[in-house]
């Protein structure tokens, strides 16, 4: 089934639908990403680029529910207006969706939801695009830091039994025991989401005295377990993805999150080619925005430059309409934040940058990041 947004192109008003966590634990993320996705929007609502088309940011809260992820694709898929969407954080909601945006043919791009099961081509779902590397392409770079880089010798793994956090463990596990041995693996244990006294299981783990303490999760198990961490006199290091790198990780934990590791898909914004990144964090200062853009903003606001643009080229073809952005998504060339790219056969950019960090001084720290051809990595200039 597939919806199209009548008129001649060049007229007419047109949705982009939201469906992020806009409430709830992970809202720091959501709102950030929102924001940033919007401010795209609005910019080139104000630049006149688009000349009398209009493009709204149709605001979704799915509260971190899989339930209301997928209610919210349902009702922007079933909106005639809406040509095209952008979700979801959580990679349990991205997982969930793809399949009812596929139904009504809506084009959607993830700027979070790292699962590779969301991602093409895990399945065959030709609307979704994402402008993030998916989990074992991320696992893959960790794994290489934490047993070639660091030379970690014995690492204990913990996942949040969420498919982000058990996809991630496994995937790390699997090229941890390919680069550094079988041997490097001492441990590994699952965590339930919301769990909050880990003393039991740290008390389980001090004894075996790991350099490295995995963390598949996020956020909020991650502050308490750190802190935990450092109260028990537990001195390895905690290493954690995207579901933690967070300012917001930063302020929750305090001084214990010193030390703090994690891989994530993107540069500090001063990496970003031709001034992009700063600019962007200029403008999302001089919109005074409730919250941060947080760790997941430039994603968002480089899809929001990528409808933008694909609609920009739709429009000079003739045509604004659900599969007029699908062309484009599939055949364009976009100038984002992140950088120039395009979507190859299965809506994965050719462009990836992924680091590493550390918590030094309150603030995360660049240690490595790929190079140009997402090979290996490299130290990162100071």
Same mark, same amino acid.
């Given at each position: ?140 770079? &960790?794994?290489?830091? #934490?047993?070639?880089? !660091?030379? =970690?010798?014995?690492? /204990? ?5 969420? %498919? ?114 700063? &600019?962007?964090?200029? #403008?999302?200062?001089? !919109?005074? =925005?409730?919250?941060? /853009? ?5 994603? %968002? ?82």
């Amino acid at each position: 089934m597939v919806f199209c947004v009548c008129g001649d192109g060049r007229s007419a008003e047109y949705g982009l639908a939201t469906n992020l966590p806009l409430s709830g634990s992970w809202v720091n993320y959501g709102a950030g990403m929102n924001n940033s996705f919007k401010l795209a929007v609005d910019q080139a609502m104000a630049s006149g680029k688009l000349g009398d088309i209009r493009l709204r940011v149709i605001e979704g809260d799915n509260a971190g529910n899989t339930a209301q992820a997928v209610t919210l694709a349902t009702k922007a898929g079933a909106d005639p207006s809406v040509i095209g969407a952008f979700c979801c954080w959580a990679s349990e909601n991205g997982i969930a969706t793809h399949s009812v945006y596929q139904r009504y043919g809506l084009p959607v791009i993830l700027g979070g939801s790292n699962d590779h099961r969301s991602s093409r081509p895990f399945h065959s779902d030709g609307v979704v695009f994402r402008n993030s590397p998916y989990d074992l392409i991320n696992m893959k770079f &960790a794994a290489v830091y #934490a047993a070639n880089i !660091a030379h =970690f010798k014995k690492i /204990y793994l913990l996942d949040d039994t969420s %498919a982000f956090g058990r996809t991630q463990v496994d995937e790390f596990e699997k090229v941890a025991r390919e680069k550094g041995g079988t041997a490097i693996i001492i441990g590994r244990e699952s965590i339930a989401q919301g769990e909050k006294d880990f003393t039991p299981l740290l008390t389980k783990i001090k004894p075996l005295n790991p350099d490295l303490v995995y963390l598949g999760g996020r956020i909020i198990e991650a502050s308490l377990l750190r802190q935990q961490m450092v109260r028990l006199n537990l001195t390895a290091p905690m290493m954690t993805s995207g579901g933690t790198f967070s300012e917001t990780y930063i302020k929750i934990t305090g001084q214990p999150a010193e030390g703090t590791l994690a891989s994530f898909w993107g540069l500090p914004l001063a990496n970003y080619p031709d001034g992009r990144g700063l &600019a962007f964090e200029k #403008a999302y200062a001089d !919109a005074k =925005f409730n919250n941060p /853009y947080e760790a997941f903003g430039p994603m %968002a606001y480089a899809a929001g430059e990528v409808f933008v643009q694909a609609t920009q080229a739709a429009a000079k073809s003739g045509s604004v309409s659900r599969q007029a952005l699908l062309n484009q998504l599939n055949t364009q060339e976009f100038q984002t934040l992140l950088g120039n790219f395009h979507f190859d056969q299965n809506g994965m950019p050719n462009l990836i940058h992924i680091a590493i960090y550390e918590v030094r001084d309150g603030k995360w720290q660049i240690l490595y990041r790929t190079d140009p051809t997402a090979t290996t990595l490299v130290k990162a200039s100071p």
